[in-house]
Every structure is written in structure tokens, then in C-alpha cells.
């Protein structure tokens, strides 16, 4: 589990380590956000004369609409329904332009998110905190790492020898032991092992006589918490077993990333090992920030140019990129949701054994860890929010 999720995290999308530079107090998301308030501030004036353009031209026809009604002169009313045309065609071209300008605002914005999610993501971060969050969980269920385990499983372990040659189970807990390199090796807690060694210890607490009290009871804890982290690993492991089908949507997101991202580049003529070097490893903010506005630009020059080649269908292709690139934030905030949702399971686990008197402890350790690990990739992520943002990304005609 540890390794899947470190894998995954650490390589969807190509992404960058990200730094707060030295040289700029812009980070990642202030860059996006401050390009996409200017696109929406530039389309909300656009917008505003649009708006103001169309009520004048409404006002007008509706003047000229009660003149041709009333006008008894057959030239003036002529005369008026020309003027009426012309309007109509002021009002189309208008709407028209109105319709470009909206293209060009949703599709600057797609490019902008599109090129932003590749440094979204803070590896660096998160993957220092998951290190050590998953290194405290194997711990965890390591019964090596509880004081005077190690003790009480020797003295279990010498019984296992004695009796190994006349009795199965011993003989199987013994090897399974050797084979493993020792407890401080722990074996598995889980399957066959797991029932084997309950089984033998009960079998070695049951042959301790009355008067060796001590030995008894140290071997009764070392019992106890042979079970308990034998349910715990189950615990886990139901846990993780869910993990894959999360590792398959973020191979298959970083995927699809790829296809979108060199999809439009390719569009606005841009060389993906020149997007790599000028923006995605380029480690000066504000240097990202003069990239992404030449890339906004080009957006906006490639919507004009395809109206122009293309008056009728121009719409089609750039509506086709819009979908892509809001479907593809959209199942990128659902991943991430799952993956916060997956680690509020790991905090129902700590939960449930943390108050427990002979794993607690280090139970409760752990869950230190995993609120340090929640609150990390919840700053980073957004996970909610992120899905919630790229469903309203657009502006609607």
C-alpha cells in the first residue's frame, strides 16, 4: 500500500516538486487564480458593453416599430423597416461578437487550468508526509516494536522448539519463524500464521504452571497482542485492498492528462519539451506567470483564427477541448475526493484500537501521524472544492 500510493501521488501528471520561490511571492495557485480573474474581469467588460450595445439596439427597434405601426406614409415606413434591418444586422453582429468573446474566455480559461494541473500537485510535500505516516502504520502492526514482546515471544518460541518434533503446529510456527528472520522480522499476522500462533500460544499459556505468575502474565499480554494486531492487520488490510481500483483512475487520469495537454498544444503550435522546460520545471514564479499569459494570448489568437478559417464550424473543436479539459478536473477532483475518503477509513482504524490498553499507544501515535498526513493533502488537494470550481469553470452563452 505504502509503495502504491507513493508511486501514484509521486507520478500522476509528470508533475513538478513544488517550492515557495525566493525570488517571488506568487505560488502556483496565486498564478492560476490571478490569470483567470483577469480573463473573467476582460469577458465581465466585454460583457457589459455587449449588454449596453443590445438594449440600445432593443430600444431603437422598439421606437421604430411604433413609428412603422402608427406612419401612414408608405416611404417613411419603408424607410424604417430598411433602418429596422440594418439594426437586426448591428444586434447580430453583435451577438456574434459576443459569442467569440465568451469562446475565447472559456477557452483561454481551459488552457490555463489545463496548463496549471501540472503543477498542482506538491509532491514534495505529500510525499514526505505519506513516508512517514505508512513507516508509522507497518510499526504499528510490527509486535516487535511493543515492550517486551520480543522477551516473551523467545521464551514462546524455545516451547515451539521443544515440542516441534511430536507436534504439527509447532513444527509450522517454528519454520514459518526461521523462514522469516525472527519476530523483529515479524511474519505476517494474517492467514494460516496468524491462527497457527494464536493457536501455539494459547497452547505454551495453558502449559505455564500456577506458580510462575509473572511468566503467565507476560506471556497473556504477548497473547493479547498477537490478536488484537492479527484483527488490526485485517483491519488494514480490508482497507487497502480498496486501493487499487483508486491506483487505476490516477494511471488512467495521468493518461488521459497527457493526451489532453499535448492535444492543445499542439493546437496552439506549441512544443510540449518547450511547455516542460519554459513552464513545468521552470522554477522562477514570475517567469511561469509571463508563460501562462503569452499562452492565454495564444488561446485567444487560436479561437479568432478559427472563426475566420471556418465561419460555420468553428465552435465544434473548441467545444470538444472545453469538455475534455472540465471532465478531466472533474474526475480529478472525484480521485482526490476518494483518496481523502480512504484516509478518513485509516482514521476510523486508529479510532477504534487507540483507547485499546496494550496497542493504544502506539496506535494513538500513529493517528498523530495520519492527522499530519489528512490535513497536508487537504491544503494541497481541495479535493471538494477542486470539483466544485472546474463544474463552474465557464461562462454560458
Known amino acids: 500500500m505504502k509503495k502504491l500510493l507513493l508511486t501514484a501521488l509521486y507520478g500522476v501528471y509528470s508533475v513538478c516538486l513544488f517550492a515557495n520561490e525566493a525570488d517571488s511571492s506568487l505560488n502556483e495557485t496565486k498564478i492560476k487564480d490571478k490569470i483567470l480573474a483577469d480573463i473573467q ?41 430598411v433602418e429596422r434591418v440594418q439594426i437586426l444586422e448591428q444586434k447580430q453582429k453583435a451577438q456574434e461578437e459576443n459569442e467569440l468573446n465568451v469562446y475565447e474566455a472559456n477557452y483561454q480559461s481551459a488552457i490555463i487550468n489545463l496548463a496549471s494541473m501540472d503543477r498542482e500537485i506538491k509532491p514534495l510535500v505529500l510525499f514526505q508526509t505519506t513516508k512517514d505516516f505508512f513507516d508509522a502504520l507497518n510499526e504499528t502492526t510490527n509486535p516487535s516494536s511493543y515492550e517486551g514482546y520480543n522477551a516473551s515471544f523467545a521464551k514462546f518460541k524455545e516451547y515451539i522448539d521443544k515440542i516441534k518434533d511430536h507436534d504439527a503446529t509447532a513444527q509450522a510456527i517454528s519454520d514459518i519463524v526461521d523462514i522469516s528472520g525472527g519476530i523483529a522480522v515479524h511474519p505476517p499476522l494474517t492467514g494460516s500464521f496468524a491462527q497457527l500462533s494464536i493457536s501455539g500460544m494459547s497452547k505454551y499459556i495453558n502449559s ?48 488521459r492528462y497527457d493526451t489532453v495537454l499535448n492535444q492543445n498544444l499542439a493546437m496552439l503550435n506549441i512544443r510540449r519539451n518547450d511547455f516542460v522546460a519554459d513552464f513545468a520545471k521552470q522554477s522562477d514564479a514570475n517567469m511561469r506567470y509571463t508563460y501562462l499569459t ?99 469553470m465557464y461562462k454560458v452563452l
Not at 443590445?54 to 411604433?66: A, M, Q, V
Not at 492479527?230 to 487499487?244: G, P, V
Not at 465561419?311 to 474526475?331: A, C, F, H
Request: charged residues 35%; contains cysteine; aromatic residues 8%.
Open 41 to 81: 474581469q476582460n469577458l465581465d467588460i466585454k460583457s457589459r458593453t455587449f449588454d449596453s450595445t443590445i438594449l440600445k439596439l432593443d430600444t431603437r427597434i422598439g421606437k421604430l416599430d411604433s413609428t412603422i405601426k402608427l406612419s401612414g406614409n408608405p416611404k417613411e415606413r419603408i424607410d424604417k423597416l
Open 208 to 255: 505455564i504452571g500456577h506458580k510462575k505468575r509473572d511468566l503467565k502474565k507476560e506471556s497473556m499480554r504477548m497473547f493479547s497482542i498477537t490478536t488484537k494486531l492479527c484483527q488490526f492487520t485485517a483491519d488494514k488490510n480490508t482497507i487497502e485492498s480498496e486501493w487499487e481500483s483508486i491506483i487505476e483512475a490516477l494511471q488512467g487520469m495521468e493518461i
Open 294 to 392: 503569452t499562452l492565454r494570448q495564444n488561446a485567444a489568437d487560436y479561437v479568432v483564427k478559427m472563426k475566420t478559417a471556418n465561419p460555420k464550424g468553428w465552435k465544434e473543436n473548441i467545444y470538444y477541448q472545453l469538455t475534455d479539459v472540465q471532465s478531466l478536473k472533474i474526475k480529478y477532483g472525484d480521485v482526490t475526493l476518494r483518496i481523502s475518503e480512504h484516509m478518513d477509513k485509516y482514521n476510523s482504524l486508529v479510532n477504534k484500537y487507540k483507547r485499546d490498553k496494550d496497542i493504544g499507544g502506539e496506535v494513538a501515535k500513529l493517528g498523530l501521524k495520519l492527522d499530519h498526513l489528512k490535513e497536508t493533502f487537504d491544503n494541497t488537494f481541495e479535493p471538494g472544492e477542486y470539483a466544485h470550481t472546474a463544474s463552474r
